[in-house]
């Protein structure tokens, strides 16, 4: 039971650049999330889904999207990246949306 | 505006004492917290939540309190251990959970 995976760790972009961060889990849960980490901040989401096929946008949405073709996979597009988009980035799973969260090891970029 | 805060960016302790790590929040509606630790270069963990419907929820070392009136809670690890350190988030769930800026625990050997 490898629980969340997040795929690469480490990436750097140059600014207007594209990429797609990977998030898989493997605990058959329904809700998924994208979140990311700011030096002395706390998480934000930026979205989340409840199921396949369903996503919704949380607090920090603007310059990503997000698709959940199936259960396994929520994989988040950065479109033209930019400095701002510097962060470590963690995907989580829950059974239910008032459980605690899995998280993922995170990935970190950097926009240069 | 942070919803939940955490004063103390960083706490240090010696081992085999006390550590107390605060969180206070701002929306009466919360009715359901987490705490979270993170170690460097990992994702979150869950730690120990509590209900609104409770003041107090323990598991071993750790105990979570909550004060709704003052919209406070805490959490309480006995004894500490230099294993501890960590990063220490608060979350606390409105339409999604939101997490506090967290607070780093060091324990001394």
């Known amino acids: 039971n490898a629980g969340v995976t997040q795929t690469p760790k480490f990436r750097i972009l140059k600014i207007g650049q594209s990429m797609t961060l990977q998030c898989t889990q493997d605990m058959n849960h329904n809700y998924m999330y994208w979140y990311r980490q700011d030096p002395g901040m706390g998480l934000k989401l930026i979205y989340y889904s409840v199921g396949a096929g369903i996503t919704d946008k949380g607090e920090v949405p603007n310059g990503y999207n997000v698709s959940r073709s199936t259960t396994e996979d929520f994989p988040l597009r950065l479109e033209l990246a930019a400095p701002s988009q510097t962060s470590v980035y963690f995907c989580?799973?829950?059974?239910?949306?008032?459980?605690?969260?899995?998280f993922g090891p995170g990935t970190r970029l950097t926009v240069t | 505006d942070q919803q939940v805060k955490q004063n103390s960016p960083s706490l240090s302790v010696q081992e085999g004492r006390i550590s107390i790590l605060n969180c206070d929040y701002t929306n009466s509606m919360f009715d359901y917290f987490l705490w979270y630790k993170k170690y460097p270069a990992e994702g979150p963990t869950f730690l120990i939540s509590i209900s609104s419907i409770k003041d107090k929820n323990e598991d071993g070392r750790f105990t979570v309190f909550l004060n709704k009136s003052a919209k406070h809670l805490s959490l309480h690890i006995v004894p500490s251990q230099p294993g501890d350190s960590a990063v220490y988030f608060c979350a606390a769930n409105g339409q999604n959970f939101v997490f506090g800026p967290g607070t780093r625990l060091s324990v001394l050997p």
């Open positions: 989580a799973s829950s059974p239910s949306g008032l459980s605690e969260q899995y």
